[in-house]
T-cell receptor, first 112, second 114 residues
Framework: RKEVEQDPGPFNVPEGATVAFNCTYS??????FFWYRQDCRKEPKLLMS???SGNEDGRFTAQLNRASQYISLLIRDSKLSDSATYLC?????????????FGKGITLSVRP | EPEVTQTPSHQVTQMGQEVILRCVPI?????FYWYRQILGQKVEFLVS????????KSEIFDDQFSVERPDGSNFTLKIRSTKLEDSAMYFC????????????FGPGTRLTVL
């Protein structure tokens, strides 16, 4: 089983749509969870951290289910500017540092 | 807003040549990382660095790779003898603390090995 596995894509949705992305992770010792956003040929940028209680940031809602080792991201009222690749990222802290383990990403295209 | 910078933005080299990729992490950060992304593939961890030594490295980070913090600001990745399969985007990242702290990425260096 891959360390971090994301839904296959791409997603192509109209403006205003609600879209949900899912992600599973294999290491039950994983400690921290994030969604990053990556635009074409650019660096990954932190979108939001994911907490066990679930968290919301404007139109974005992230959920974590530790028992099922499952993370989700919900985007409401999609905008054209949301078009990007969304990366599920997990940290399994070892030693003094924490390496980020990335999923392959899922590409979202929002059309007018 | 402070940011991680990387130079050059694009490096073209011949197979077998040595390359050095440079990064300037955010000034008060203590933990430094290199990742790579082969075109069309996922971002992969290479190495983490703290207190002037390697903390963790992946299987990709073999003897051809080395990292250094030659002064108080730069963090470099050296590839001793490049191979075609080293062609990728290389991202530097830094964080203030470890264990789940946010890592901030630089814009990357696109390495093309011919």
């Amino acid at each position: 089983r891959k360390e971090v596995e994301q839904d296959p894509g791409p997603f192509n949705v109209p403006e205003g749509a609600t879209v949900a992305f899912n992600c599973t992770y294999s290491n039950s010792a994983s400690q921290s969870f994030f969604w990053y956003r990556q635009d074409c040929r650019k660096e990954p940028k932190l979108l939001m951290s994911v907490y066990s209680s679930g968290n919301e940031d404007g139109r974005f809602t992230a959920q974590l289910n530790r028992a099922s080792q499952y993370i989700s991201l919900l985007i409401r009222d999609s905008k054209l500017s949301d078009s990007a690749t969304y990366l599920c990222v997990v940290i399994s802290a070892t030693g003094a540092n924490s390496k980020l383990t990335f999923g392959k990403g899922i590409t979202l295209s929002v059309r007018p | 807003e402070p940011e991680v910078t990387q130079t050059p933005s694009h490096q073209v080299t011949q197979m077998g040549q040595e390359v050095i990729l440079r990064c300037v992490p955010i000034s008060n950060h203590l933990y430094f990382y290199w990742y790579r992304q082969i075109l069309g593939q996922k971002v992969e961890f290479l190495v983490s660095f703290y207190n002037n030594e390697i903390s963790e490295k992946s299987e990709i980070f073999d003897d051809q790779f080395s990292v250094e913090r030659p002064d108080g600001s730069n963090f470099t990745l050296k590839i001793r003898s490049t191979k075609l399969e080293d062609s990728a985007m290389y991202f530097c990242a830094s964080s203030l603390a470890a264990r789940g702290d946010t890592q901030y990425f630089g814009p990357g260096t696109r390495l093309t090995v011919l």
